[in-house]
């Protein structure tokens, strides 16, 4: 009794993410129902519902979830910040350039600027 020698062959399931998600771009772009698109390229049905499943949708994939967006900082003009030291009360607008309170500050804790 002759036993076939074992092969290298891949089960469905087996495709690299790197392949498979090369084959859903494809098929998203096709425009064909998953049916048709798998007699064309000669897979099974079963094997791309398999990775449709696993993968997100095509080019999807490589779309950040999260993208940091810069708002603009709204100033009210009466807003202002109160630092009292020593019995003096400093008052400046919020808008305050931060060196230059730095500086305020320590002036008012008798540090050198």
């Known amino acids: 009794m002759s036993r076939r020698p074992k092969t290298a062959r891949r089960h469905w399931h087996q ?23 798998c007699a064309r390229r000669g897979i099974s049905r079963g094997r791309l ?3 449709r499943e696993r993968l997100p949708t095509g080019s999807a994939a490589a779309t950040p979830a999260f993208v940091a967006v810069t708002l603009p900082i709204s100033v009210r003009p009466d807003a202002h910040i109160e630092i009292e030291r020593g019995g003096v009360l400093l008052r400046v607008r919020e808008d305050i350039d931060v060196e230059h309170l ?7 804790a008798g540090a050198p600027c």
Request: proline share 3%; glycine share 4%; no cysteine.
């Open 15 to 37: 495709w690299t993410e790197t392949e498979a998600t090369a084959v859903l771009d494809d098929f998203a772009t096709a425009g064909l129902t998953p049916a048709e698109f």
């Open 49 to 51: 519902a398999y990775w």
């Open 102 to 108: 730095a500086r305020l500050v320590a002036a008012l």
